[in-house]
């Protein structure tokens, strides 16, 4: 047996111990479902991160930057990933508020509709049921291709690590592994990066070799390869898509069932804040890790085949044989919590969310459900042929097109009804389907951004016209009120100094992150492609250079904006707050919490 064998062995074993050891003292549904909403920022900070990269990262977006848009990946500014910020700030803390057991609850606690819930819960099933068929058949396949071992031997291996601990320790146990799979692939991500840049003469070399690379001609430029034979025709084409693919995958960090219920595991609402934006800047840099790996390996052999191999073929043929095996086992782990992250989403909604009536589960019962929907995807899994990357693109995009509207209108609308926000959800997920398969099946093909701009488009169509011809009733109006009103605890100055770090972290990105890809990428690209002006400096007349400031002009604005909403919504000495510490001191002054009521209020 390998050392790559033997270190993703030890590592799988690793996470069912402490994941099943998390689980020893679980009796309530609170701590099955949301990890008895003690989690600190770090936990979940590891599960938010860890749950989207998964091996559609790891493989497939690296292949798409193998094949051809390293630069169009590089030098995009980030749009997603705002999601998680905004997401955070707009819709996780009243998420939070509703202390609902799952977030199809949610959507039915805060319009007193079962339908509702059920179809949410639909949504989830349907939806992240296939996303946890696809990443665990890439687990599969990566673990049939380090060790050697049959796809099947392979899928039942990674079926059953996951399941073992997710069924038994519910939400506790996937945080607790998520956030140990995430310091692994992190860690791993950038030691093997640099290792690898390092051997191609450093950064600046690779980029201006990497322009010059005939085989694969523009590869490095801010569009990446276009023109006949891809996707995109013109520069425009691809700017759509990118756009409208990131604007969508932003929705889904903001809103999405598997990023949003982390925000009900946590301590507290600076928890959910802190986590939030810290997890911008971390998925901005596997990004970029991963992404970058993936083009720059054209350096070394540019005939991979097939391309979601290539971070594999990297593993295992420039590094040192055990930085090669962590890498892979960090793949495996990105698998894994994305994979166990998904299941006990389905399990809880098929447990909590299904059925004409709320049920009385239990811990057990709840656990029997989860095995059972477990069996059904290792069978699946078996059946479907896998197809990471687009399939990754539309289950997304699905999310997007569906629950986005609702999720933001359900906190910030005083006019969308019950009706309006079950049609409209309704509307979102079959207009994005519907095109989607239609262009799968060959019937009508269209642009791949086509789908959840009109699923999204229809959704607020539907949401107003519904909403104009109903009446909100006056316990959606109530309920919508209480989730505007911060929890006392919350309203901290201490707090609220420390959660301001998180977005001051964000306006220094903002301001740095260009200057560095000036140096280190735009004018190692312009000297390969013989356009860098005559003293050397930068030519502002081209698309790479122009396109840097665009992280600026995004993020350090957002960044602005949030730190004043933060120090608007918690500042203790603001009259309004002032108004719910005094209700609570006089509500609670008998209670453990009145010493620190008191301290908020004399601040």
Same mark, same amino acid.
């Given at each position: 047996?390998?050392?790559?064998?033997?270190?993703?062995?030890?590592?799988?074993?690793?996470?069912?111990?402490?994941?099943?050891?998390?689980?020893?003292?679980?009796?309530?549904?609170?701590?099955?479902?949301?990890?008895?909403?003690?989690?600190?920022?770090?936990?979940?900070?590891?599960?938010?991160?860890?749950?989207?990269?998964?091996?559609?990262?790891?493989?497939?977006?690296?292949?798409?930057?193998?094949?051809?848009?390293?630069?169009?990946?590089?030098?995009?500014?980030?749009?997603?990933?705002?999601?998680?910020?905004?997401?955070?700030?707009?819709?996780?803390?009243?998420?939070?508020?509703?202390?609902?057991?799952?977030?199809?609850?949610?959507?039915?606690?805060?319009?007193?509709?079962?339908?509702?819930?059920?179809?949410?819960?639909?949504?989830?099933?349907?939806?992240?049921?296939?996303?946890?068929?696809?990443?665990?058949?890439?687990?599969?396949?990566?673990?049939?291709?380090?060790?050697?071992?049959?796809?099947?031997?392979?899928?039942?291996?990674?079926?059953?690590?996951?399941?073992?601990?997710?069924?038994?320790?519910?939400?506790?146990?996937?945080?607790?592994?998520?956030?140990?799979?995430?310091?692994?692939?992190?860690?791993?991500?950038?030691?093997?990066?640099?290792?690898?840049?390092?051997?191609? +003469?450093?950064?600046?070399? $690779?980029?201006?070799?990497? @322009?010059? %690379?005939? #085989?694969?001609?523009?590869?490095? &430029?801010?569009? =990446?390869?276009?023109?006949?034979?891809?996707?995109?025709?013109?520069?425009?084409?691809?700017?759509?898509?990118?756009?409208?693919?990131?604007?969508?995958?932003?929705?889904?960090?903001?809103?999405?069932?598997?990023?949003?219920?982390?925000?009900?595991?946590?301590?507290?609402?600076?928890?959910?804040?802190?986590?939030?934006?810290?997890?911008?800047?971390?998925?901005?840099?596997?990004?970029?890790?991963?992404?970058?790996?993936?083009?720059?390996?054209?350096?070394?052999?540019?005939?991979?085949?097939?391309?979601?191999?290539?971070?594999?073929?990297?593993?295992?043929?420039?590094?040192?044989?055990?930085? +090669?095996?962590?890498?892979? $086992?960090?793949?495996?782990? @990105?698998? %894994?919590? #994305?994979?166990?992250?998904?299941? &006990?989403?389905? =399990?809880?909604?098929?447990?909590?969310?299904?059925?004409?009536?709320?049920?009385?589960i239990t811990v057990n019962a709840t656990r029997k459900i989860m095995l059972m929907t477990s069996l059904i995807v290792l069978v699946?899994?078996?059946?479907?042929?896998?197809?990471?990357?687009?399939?990754?693109?539309?289950?997304?995009?699905?999310?997007?097109?569906?629950?986005?509207?609702?999720?933001?209108?359900?906190?910030?609308?005083?006019?969308?009804?019950?009706?309006?926000?079950?049609?409209?959800?309704?509307?979102?997920?079959?207009?994005?389907?519907?095109?989607?398969?239609?262009?799968?099946?060959?019937?009508?093909?269209?642009?791949?951004?086509?789908?959840?701009?009109?699923?999204?488009?229809?959704?607020?169509?539907?949401?107003?016209?519904? &909403?104009?011809? =109903?009446?909100?009733?006056?316990?959606?109006?109530?309920?919508?009120?209480?989730?505007?009103?911060?929890?006392?605890?919350?309203?901290?100055?201490?707090?609220?100094?420390?959660?301001?770090?998180?977005?001051?972290?964000?306006?220094?990105?903002?301001?740095?992150?260009?200057?560095?890809?000036?140096?280190?990428?735009?004018?190692?690209?312009q000297i390969g492609t013989g356009e860098i002006s005559p003293d050397g400096s930068v030519n502002w007349n081209t698309g790479e250079?122009?396109?840097?400031?665009?992280?600026?002009?995004?993020?350090?604005?957002?960044?602005?904006?949030?730190?004043?909403?933060?120090?608007?919504?918690?500042?203790?000495?603001?009259?309004?707050?002032?108004?719910?510490?005094?209700?609570?001191?006089?509500?609670?002054?008998?209670?453990?919490?009145?010493?620190?009521?008191?301290?908020?209020?004399?601040?």
């Amino acid at each position: 047996m390998d050392t790559l064998t033997i270190t993703i062995g030890v590592s799988i074993l690793i996470y069912v111990v402490i994941g099943s050891y998390a689980g020893r003292n679980i009796k309530k549904l609170d701590d099955y479902f949301v990890a008895g909403r003690r989690a600190p920022t770090l936990l979940i900070l590891g599960t938010l991160v860890a749950s989207v990269m998964s091996t559609s990262i790891f493989m497939g977006e690296a292949a798409f930057t193998y094949d051809g848009q390293f630069g169009a990946y590089l030098l995009f500014p980030g749009i997603a990933v705002t999601g998680y910020m905004l997401g955070a700030l707009f819709f996780g803390v009243y998420l939070r508020r509703s202390r609902a057991p799952t977030v199809a609850d949610f959507f039915g606690r805060r319009f007193h509709s079962r339908r509702l819930q059920q179809f949410a819960g639909f949504t989830i099933i349907l939806g992240l049921g296939g996303y946890l068929l696809i990443v665990t058949q890439g687990a599969a396949i990566l673990l049939s291709g380090i060790t050697g071992m049959s796809y099947i031997a392979s899928l039942i291996i990674a079926w059953s690590s996951y399941t073992i601990f997710t069924m038994y320790s519910g939400s506790k146990g996937v945080i607790i592994t998520d956030t140990l799979m995430f310091l692994l692939f992190m860690v791993a991500t950038v030691v093997f990066v640099v290792y690898i840049v390092d051997g191609f +003469g450093g950064i600046s070399t $690779a980029i201006t070799d990497l @322009a010059r %690379l005939e #085989s694969k001609a523009g590869i490095a &430029s801010w569009t =990446g390869i276009i023109g006949e034979g891809t996707s995109w025709r013109t520069p425009l084409d691809y700017v759509i898509w990118a756009v409208v693919i990131d604007i969508a995958w932003g929705f889904v960090y903001a809103v999405g069932p598997w990023q949003a219920s982390r925000h009900l595991m946590a301590r507290d609402e600076h928890v959910v804040l802190r986590a939030a934006i810290l997890a911008c800047f971390c998925v901005i840099i596997l990004q970029m890790l991963i992404y970058g790996i993936g083009g720059l390996m054209n350096l070394a052999n540019a005939n991979i085949t097939p391309s979601e191999t290539v971070v594999i073929w990297a593993a295992k043929s420039l590094v040192p044989e055990l930085l +090669g095996a962590l890498l892979l $086992a960090g793949i495996v782990a @990105a698998a %894994l919590s #994305s994979a166990s992250t998904f299941l &006990s989403l389905v =399990g809880f909604s098929i447990g909590n969310d299904i059925g004409s009536k709320p049920l009385a589960i239990t811990v057990n019962a709840t656990r029997k459900i989860m095995l059972m929907t477990s069996l059904i995807v290792l069978v699946c899994c078996y059946f479907f042929p896998p197809d990471i990357f687009w399939f990754m693109l539309f289950i997304g995009t699905v999310f997007a097109s569906s629950w986005g509207p609702v999720g933001l209108m359900s906190i910030w609308s005083k006019r969308i009804t019950k009706d309006a926000a079950f049609w409209g959800m309704f509307s979102g997920f079959f207009m994005n389907v519907i095109p989607a398969t239609i262009d799968y099946l060959g019937i009508y093909h269209m642009p791949e951004h086509y789908p959840p701009v009109i699923g999204a488009v229809v959704s607020i169509a539907v949401i107003l016209v519904v &909403s104009a011809r =109903g009446t909100v009733s006056r316990e959606e109006n109530i309920y919508r009120l209480r989730l505007h009103r911060p929890s006392p605890s919350d309203i901290d100055l201490a707090k609220t100094k420390i959660t301001l770090l998180a977005p001051l972290g964000l306006i220094v990105y903002g301001v740095t992150m260009p200057l560095l890809l000036l140096k280190y990428y735009v004018i190692p690209y312009q000297i390969g492609t013989g356009e860098i002006s005559p003293d050397g400096s930068v030519n502002w007349n081209t698309g790479e250079a122009l396109i840097t400031l665009t992280i600026f002009i995004l993020h350090v604005p957002l960044a602005l904006m949030t730190m004043k909403v933060i120090w608007d919504r918690y500042d203790p000495r603001s009259s309004r707050n002032q108004k719910i510490l005094r209700r609570a001191f006089l509500k609670e002054k008998t209670c453990d919490q009145a010493p620190q009521l008191i301290q908020n209020r004399n601040v």
